[in-house]
């Protein structure tokens, strides 16, 4: 008699290859759907089915999981119960401060937790040549830790010019990844489609920075995968899905991207990616393979995604597809339950965050009667408008405008105390008295703030520098809350429920010194000083124009 770990019975199984739930029994052992034995069998444990559906669980495409301000192992405490069972992941946040170390702690934290991380080695550290940066990562560098088990690829290339100009050391990244049979992510904010075949002609095969229709055809005609955004603040999915049909739908896959802890236990994680697919007209056995199947076949995953024999046994039970209630999850053959959470995070000690900001530095001398390059929010995207507007000078420097809402912002270098910074103007955060600072500032992770006065900005910088980075709010006279990130100024060290409350509490800060406004501020200022994403971006060295791939005054001339 063969004895096998757990059966599954009477259970509605998604075949993810004919896309129909079939009615069967699943055999599970040491961590793999098994061939139902020939002979008599024992099962150490079963699970009666009756009346519910079994999907495969549920991979997110493409995360950055320091975006959710917490640690690999908390983020799994939270989006295993959900049904995700894997995540792809670009650790370039972290290794924007820290290089290969950066890395290392994320794989090595990861470990502590039954979701599966897989890692993709950061293409783009930093992202543009002229960043300043806690790191540089060059090919030889990254070639050591394809030596790691959870190693499967090179993360998205946003180093467009690198990739024209056929740069030596971002065609060996590329090249490598490829050698060792791997894939490779793109990252094609704002290309078109005749720079996305530069893409594809040097291997790149995916990408997830799609915004809008158009945008999703270009990539589907030059053949890549396509993974569908729904993230804190880049709520793509709305305006994207209309792009998938019956003849397309295996080059999608979902992806959360960049965002917060609190976000996902609100609404969920790739659980609620589906459920907004099928809202939006996508069948549920459809949007399930998307979750799944087209997810493992895009990172070249050969045993996720299908509940199949020689698959691994990632699966997820609910009552209703169509409503994505995830009732229990089994995670390499093993019922998920709290003992499966014990875990903490590891301890990181290096303090990040180096600055010699003074107040006076905060000045922003302009001509009276000229206008300004402002950066415009989009809200719930990561693009900005650049606009052009008529500001206040008051003796011979910037005013903060608050009938129109036009305010300083300030980006500073924090990784070398370097001295240098870089002073804009933005338009969109309602701020009426007070000021906003972070070091979790895509994706050179520099200090970035935004206030209505120099002093309410300086002392904004001053309460994240003094507890090693996060994100503070002040009023115009004190401290309202601050969210300690001490692991390189990215993530918290603190329970992921503890994060949670952390991130409420500076939520209802910022309503304290604000007007209501519909998206979240502090992940949007984060992506204030990303130069790869269009329009114009601020960096410790100026104001960034995308479209012109240069830095511009901030006054026209």
Known sequence: MQTIDLVINNGKVLNVFSKKFEKENLFINQGKIIDEPKN??????????????????????????????????????????????????????????????????MIKDAEQSPLDVFVMLPSSVPATSFEHNGATLDAKSLRPLYKETSVIGLAEVMDYPAVHNRDKDMMTKINDAINNGYQVDGHGAGLSAEQLREYKEVGISTDHES????????????????????????????????????????????????????????????????????????????AYVMASLNAAKAHKIKDLGALSPGYKADLVM??????????QVIKN?????????????????????????????????????????????????????HLMLDVPVNNGNFKADLDNDVLKMVDVERHHNLGTFGIGLVHGFNIKHGAVATTVAHDSHNIVAVGTSDKAIYNAIQAITKVGGGIAVVDDNKELAVMPLPVAGLMSDKSWQAASEDLNSITDAFKQISDDIDFNPFITLSFLTLPVIPTIKLTDQGLYDFNQQQFIDVQSK
């Open 211 to 286: 915004t809008n229709i158009n945008e999703m055809y270009d990539r589907l005609d030059v053949g890549m995968n396509i993974f569908l955004r729904e993230g804190t603040v880049e709520r793509d999915l709305q305006n994207t899905i209309q792009a998938v049909n019956k003849d397309n739908i295996d080059k999608f896959s979902f992806c959360t991207d960049d965002k917060f802890i609190n976000t996902i236990v609100k609404e969920g994680s790739i659980n609620f990616n589906i459920k907004l697919a099928i809202k939006y007209g996508i069948s549920p056995e459809d």
């Open 318 to 327: 609910v009552s209703n597809p169509a409503k994505v209630d995830v009732k």
């Open 40 to 105: 008599n069998y024992k099962a150490i444990k079963s699970i009666d089915a009756k009346g519910q559906y079994l999907v495969p669980g549920f991979i997110d495409s493409h995360v950055h999981i320091e975006s959710s301000l917490v640690t690999p192992s908390e983020l799994g405490k939270v989006i295993v119960p959900m049904g995700v069972t894997s995540v792809v992941t670009d650790p370039h946040e972290i290794a924007n401060v820290e290089g290969t170390n950066g890395i290392k702690y």
């Open 333 to 385: 053959g093993q019922v998920m339950n709290e003992d499966n959470f014990k875990s903490t995070p590891i301890i990181f000690t290096k303090n990040t965050v180096h600055q010699s900001l003074k107040l006076e530095d905060l000045n922003l001398p302009l001509e009276e009667h000229k206008k300004c390059h402002v950066i415009g929010i989009q809200p719930n995207h990561i693009e900005t408008d």
